[in-house]
């Protein structure tokens, strides 16, 4: 087993292609070996990879030859262009926000998306109303929140529209796909959004459609009624669940195509497209070459250990190496990923840009609180030895 988690340095390569030869590839590796043993187990032929975390989850399937024994798609879902077509079935206020996922805080920005409006929209509502975007709104008290209820009245007609519009394109899009009866899909997870919202709306719709869910790790927030298993956890096994989470953001980019997210639909003759968001390092092509050698390093691995494993052998192990460099990063790979942010009104770092002494308490409990690498984040704030993901755990609880 040692020589698989071998690091093969050599000099001049890029310390991303590097990263993808020796913590995501043997990551990659591992899953794409444990979702061809379920699949092959459950006994399931149509499998679909959503966009766009199942973009490399695809290739490496492909890579292993897996797709000769599948009718394989990569397909193009959000959470936004599936809960938009839900939004049309709700009753209010209250009753719209069941589809919304839990954060601690959601901005006005973030709230306006799931309602189906995109960047340029919440840009142009923010200045015609006064608006600003990136206030924050504890998620716990938003159902008796008089302000947002006062915001979603405003547009509950647009809001409703929009979402008729979005339920019917995306009904065209799941027939043209041939999405029916028994089939998996294969996300990256976390809490079952997605599946849920599919469910939905083959309920609503009276679609002949049963989901077998398989992601890197899923603990249901939404009742899912299909099944559901994860890699690294599950909702009978969430052992595992922290030591992941600490560092969800460089797993999500890990994993996505270059591609933005899906933001809705369009017909064109008799054929239905996805409609892209803005792809945030569209302007970053310094970024965008670092995904690419990240993921190239990763399929370069594959390629050389695909004989390697044995069917029986224990899948987890190969994720280890990835799961502890995020619970314990050292400085080298906080500045690998200091210049990797997400998208929300503003953009959200993954490690601090700023010195301990420049926050304000409130200011570095909100940036953590932000952060989609809150282990990373910590240790580039204050930078010694210390046991980040332990103070992290406290700061989950």
Avoid at 79 to 102: E, F, I, N, P, V
Avoid at 131 to 145: Q, V
Avoid at 247 to 267: A, K, P
Wanted: proline share 3%; hydrophobic share 35%.
């Amino acid at each position: 087993m040692k020589k698989v988690f071998k690091k093969t340095s050599v000099k001049n390569l890029s310390p991303y292609y590097q990263f993808g030869i020796d913590y995501f590839g043997p990551f990659l590796y591992g899953f794409t070996k444990w979702l061809y043993t379920s699949l092959k187990k459950a006994q399931i032929h149509r499998v679909y990879f959503f966009s766009r975390d199942g973009y490399m989850m695809d290739l490496a399937f492909q890579q292993l030859g897996y797709d000769a024994e599948f009718d394989t798609q990569y397909v193009h879902f959000s959470r936004k262009s599936l809960r938009q077509a839900l939004l049309c079935t709700t009753s209010g206020y209250q009753d719209s926000l069941q589809y919304l996922g839990w954060e601690k805080y959601v901005t006005l920005s973030k709230l306006l998306e799931y309602y189906g409006y995109d960047a340029t929209e919440r840009k142009h509502l923010a200045e015609l109303h006064k608006w600003e975007l990136s206030k924050d709104y504890a998620y716990d008290g938003l159902k008796n929140n008089k302000e947002v209820e006062q915001i979603y009245i405003c547009l509950k007609e647009q809001i409703y529209e929009k979402s008729q519009q979005q339920r019917q394109l995306l009904l065209a899009y799941i027939e043209q796909i041939g999405m029916k009866g028994s089939c998996a899909i294969v996300d990256i997870g976390w809490h079952g959004s997605m599946q849920y919202c599919l469910e939905q709306i083959a309920k609503y719709n009276g679609l002949d459609l049963k989901i077998y869910g398989y992601y890197i790790g899923i603990s249901p927030q939404f009742p899912i009624c299909g099944f559901c298993s994860g890699y690294l956890y599950n909702p009978q096994n969430l052992k595992q669940r922290k030591s992941v989470l600490c560092s969800l953001g460089i797993m999500e980019r890990m994993l996505q195509s270059t591609e933005g997210s899906t933001d809705s639909y369009r017909q064109v003759g008799d054929k239905i497209w996805p409609v892209y968001a803005h792809y945030e390092y569209e302007e970053e092509q310094k970024l965008v070459c670092c995904i690419k050698e990240w993921q190239q390093g990763a399929l370069d691995y594959i390629e050389q250990k695909k004989n390697y494993l044995k069917e029986d052998e224990d899948y987890v192990k190969f994720a280890q190496p990835l799961i502890a460099i995020g619970k314990n990063p050292t400085l080298k790979m906080v500045k690998l990923f200091s210049f990797f942010y997400n998208t929300d009104g503003e953009k959200e770092y993954y490690v601090s840009q700023k010195k301990l002494v420049q926050y304000k308490p409130r200011e570095l409990m909100h940036a953590l609180s932000n952060s989609v690498w809150k282990t990373g984040f910590l240790k580039s704030v204050f930078k010694i030895p210390f046991p980040y993901f332990y103070i992290y755990r406290i700061f989950r609880k």
